[in-house]
């Protein structure tokens, strides 16, 4: 069995005792003990294999790296087997269940990255758990080989979200100057269309901030072409009219609070909860998701405040129920007053993902520093990365463009695009991982805006 060890007294003496014995006195590795300050961080998670009588046969810590433990940095050290006798488990089968173990506990706290600084006698027993070998590193002075734990966690969520839309939608949706959007210019007018449709979970359990999140996706993708909001239309399924009416508070809510009157709509009674919204804004000018190229400065910009919704830790922040709406009024106009090159809302692909569509749209790809994303004071990039955020834009213009006049929300120029396809993070150490391996949607990019197009 392996267990969480940091707070059990007697598991955790075994296991230093084992550190002691092969790092200070059989390798000489370290003279006097092997302790370091990772061994004092509260963060730190170490686990220990035992037998069925409660021995320690091995363990292993993990820990953050750097001086923000929220960053999703995270390494594993000291992973250690004692000799054991002929009647326990091999060596290598419980340093295998620890090193999985250790897998498990770091995506569990929060890594987006995962690394270990392995003796280059183990390398090929890392390479078969999976592991990447990455280069040679020296650690406690002696050769040691840099290994890499793939994170899946950004490119799961872009693969469930947005990736089967290619083959879903492509030929229907054709090639133009907007492809990749969110919303699509009306043709023949100034008015920009965007619609949403709202998990059905969400409308049976929580009518009425589904409706609200109804309205606020919608007025975001107005906001990310530079649309002025005109008004909106819904189309909401409920299971009796007690249901019906809270989704229509809901809906009341966000019209208001957006500046998005509800012009007309569709409802039904005696169905599943159902509902979405369609948006309708007005522009001469359409800030296209497409407008990227190489070189472009990348700004997230957020409105950090809030916290996250009771019922959807960790998966949804809410930054605008309790706003003002004349400080929405602000956020949703940055895009218009701001004309940046290309935007787009964040979506339930996240940051990370939504900027992987803007490049896709582009026609390249982007480089995001992880340490340099606005992200609220304790929570976890890992989370922050992958969820919906509320208020978030991800824009592309020339370097050293003004930032967006968003009110309370806050930019920061984070990254850049680059010809090479696909997204990669870069850590505060330099090095630079993929995260996204190529476009995430599939549909590749968008035609160059022309003079004829919607305007």
């Known amino acids: 069995m392996v267990l969480r060890a940091d707070d059990q007294p007697r598991l955790l003496a075994a296991y230093r005792d084992l550190r002691l014995r092969a790092f200070v006195h059989d390798q000489g590795l370290f003279r006097g003990d092997d302790l370091d300050d990772h061994d004092a961080h509260d963060a730190t998670r170490v686990l220990v294999a035992v037998d069925l009588d409660g021995e320690v046969l091995g363990g292993v810590r993990l820990h953050p790296v750097g001086d923000?433990?929220?960053?999703?940095w995270w390494r594993g050290s000291r992973l250690v087997c004692g000799r054991g006798s002929a009647d326990r488990p091999r060596r290598g089968t419980v340093?295998?269940?620890?090193?999985?173990?250790a897998c498990a506990q770091a995506l569990d706290a929060g890594a987006l990255r995962f690394d270990a600084h392995v003796q280059p006698g183990h390398r090929a027993f890392f390479a078969r758990l999976g592991w990447e070998d990455v280069r040679a590193v020296t650690c406690a002075g002696a050769p040691h080989r840099l290994m890499r734990f793939s994170v899946g966690r950004i490119a799961e969520l872009a693969a469930r979200t947005k990736s089967p839309i290619a083959p879903l939608l492509g030929g229907l949706l054709g090639g133009g100057a907007f492809l990749g959007?969110?919303?699509?210019?009306?043709?023949g007018s100034d008015l920009v269309?965007?619609?949403?449709?709202?998990?059905?979970?969400?409308?049976?359990?929580?009518?009425?901030?589904?409706?609200?999140?109804g309205m606020l996706v919608t007025a975001h993708d107005l906001c990310a072409m530079g649309a002025a909001p005109v008004g909106a239309l819904d189309a909401l399924g409920a299971r009796d009219e007690a249901h019906a009416q809270r989704i229509v508070r809901g809906l009341r809510a966000?019209?208001?609070?957006?500046?998005?009157?509800?012009?007309?709509?569709?409802?039904?009674?005696?169905?599943?909860?159902?509902?979405?919204?369609?948006?309708?804004?007005?522009?001469?000018?359409?800030v296209p998701a497409s407008g990227g190229r190489p070189g472009m400065a990348l700004t997230v910009t957020a409105d950090l405040h809030g916290g996250w919704r009771p019922g959807y830790g960790r998966t949804q922040w809410d930054s605008s129920s309790w706003r003002s709406r004349e400080e929405l009024g602000l956020m949703l106009d940055a895009v218009r007053?701001?004309?940046?090159?290309?935007?787009?809302?964040?979506?339930?692909a996240g940051v990370v993902g939504t900027t992987g569509m803007l490049a896709e749209a582009s026609g390249c790809g982007?480089?995001?520093?992880?340490?340099?994303?606005?992200?609220?004071?304790?929570?976890?990039?890992?989370?922050?990365?992958?969820?919906?955020?509320?208020?978030?834009?991800v824009t592309a213009d020339a370097p050293g463009a003004a930032p967006l006049p968003a009110g309370p929300a806050v930019g920061a120029v984070c990254g850049a695009l680059v010809p090479e396809p696909g997204v990669r993070l870069r850590w505060p150490d330099g090095e630079v991982i993929p995260a996204l391996s190529a476009g995430v949607t599939g549909l590749g990019p968008a035609r160059p805006v022309t003079p004829g197009d919607p305007a």
């Open 181 to 187: 959007d969110d919303g699509a210019p009306v043709p």
């Open 254 to 286: 966000g019209a208001d609070a957006f500046s998005l009157p509800i012009l007309g709509g569709h409802t039904q009674l005696g169905v599943p909860g159902a509902l979405s919204v369609t948006g309708l804004g007005r522009t001469s000018r359409p």
């Open 95 to 101: 340093g295998a269940a620890l090193v999985r173990a």
């Open 68 to 72: 923000d433990a929220t960053l999703g």
């Open 193 to 213: 269309a965007a619609t949403d449709a709202i998990l059905p979970s969400m409308v049976e359990r929580d009518p009425e901030w589904a409706a609200w999140c």
């Open 366 to 393: 982007a480089e995001l520093d992880v340490a340099a994303i606005p992200r609220p004071r304790g929570v976890g990039a890992a989370d922050w990365l992958t969820c919906f955020p509320g208020f978030a834009l």
């Open 337 to 348: 007053a701001g004309r940046p090159a290309a935007a787009k809302d964040v979506s339930m």
